[in-house]
């Protein structure tokens, strides 16, 4: 089997390619590194099953040989990051999406769309469940995501409704791990830099909004499941343990011996209020539920974030 995996140099597309080659396959990994980085899959190098090819998939898509599966992963996905590339955003979530899309059509490969909680928007019920259409501003700041990651999933649905594309939808909720950037300005990432470099943490808002964090081994099994079954519609796939953003940053500022202090800052335009994964169809179709709780996935990001910043200072 040879997987296409565009975003494969980014935090969830690296493990993806891993999880892949750990299977047996090989990947054609694709990414243009405007959020990701060819550090994510350095430890790849030397694969003969793996290859890395600096593309903009927003661009024409060609690719030669067998192709047996596509994965759809490019996209930047922290709110910083996609603010900043506004237009990159709203072209990697629809005509990537088409590329990708037309490639999976002409090889007659399989298709899995990352998709994302964002489709939910700032929602008015909780936990969130795939048959909630969801309340998401299309104009807002945050639309150029959430709408360009909608346009998606319809252009997904219709592949495969019209074209008769073997597609699939997962709807990622917040993950982490090792390979966020330590910079990406994600919450805990953010959290994290502060606290090795001895700044406050910046909550936004009071910190009543809640989310569910969910340790990266988990997501990419979940998602590996759904590319092997045979449902087409949208599945989410995250950790339903939900605390407040408050919460999350003491629990970060717990792993630090001279305890940083916690400071407020304005709340984000659109920021959802609430978010947490209704998993129910996962387990049921995919026998699936996450099993790394967040005492065990905060060691491991950790451990990786306080590497990356001594790397960092080194480089000074
Ligand atoms: N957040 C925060 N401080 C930060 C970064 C983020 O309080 O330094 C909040 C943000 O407003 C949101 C939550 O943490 O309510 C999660 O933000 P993140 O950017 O990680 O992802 P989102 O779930 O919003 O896509």
Not at 47 to 62: A, G, Q, T
């Amino acid at each position: 089997m040879r997987a296409v995996v565009t975003g494969g140099a980014g935090f969830l597309g690296s493990h993806l390619c891993d999880r892949l080659l750990a299977e047996g396959w090989e990947v054609l990994a694709m990414d243009n590194l405007i959020t990701g980085s060819e550090a994510n899959i350095a430890h790849l190098g030397g694969n003969p099953k793996f290859r890395f090819e600096k593309k903009d998939v927003s661009e024409p898509l060609r690719v030669a040989g067998e192709v047996g599966y596509v994965f759809h992963f490019a996209s930047p996905a922290s709110p910083p990051d996609y603010l900043k590339f506004p237009i990159e955003t709203l072209k990697v979530g629809s005509i990537a999406t088409m590329h990708a899309l037309d490639l999976a059509h002409e090889k007659k490969a399989k298709f899995l769309l990352a998709s994302t909680s964002e489709c939910y928007g700032d929602p008015d019920i909780s936990p969130q469940s795939e048959s909630y259409w969801g309340r998401v501003n299309p104009i807002g700041p945050r639309s150029v995501y959430d709408e360009a990651k909608r346009f998606a999933e319809a252009t997904t649905m219709a592949y495969h409704r019209h074209l008769g594309v073997d597609t699939h939808i997962v709807r990622i909720f917040n993950t982490y791990g090792p390979r966020m950037r330590l910079n990406d300005g994600r919450a805990l990432p953010n959290f994290v830099y502060q606290a090795l470099s001895g700044q406050p943490l910046t909550v936004y808002g009071a910190g009543n909004q809640t989310r569910s964090f969910c340790y990266v081994s988990d997501l990419v099994e979940g998602i590996y499941h759904l590319s092997q079954s045979n449902e087409h519609l949208p599945t989410n796939i995250g950790n339903p343990t939900e605390l407040t953003i408050l919460e999350f940053a003491e629990r970060i500022r717990a792993e630090f011996p001279n305890a940083p202090k916690i400071i407020f800052e304005p709340l984000p335009e659109d920021d959802p209020k609430q978010r947490r994964p209704d998993i129910s169809k996962a387990g049921k179709l995919l026998g699936w539920e996450p099993k790394v709780g967040l005492e065990e996935g905060l060691r491991l990001t950790l451990q990786y974030f306080k590497e990356q910043y001594a790397k960092t200072i080194e480089r000074r």
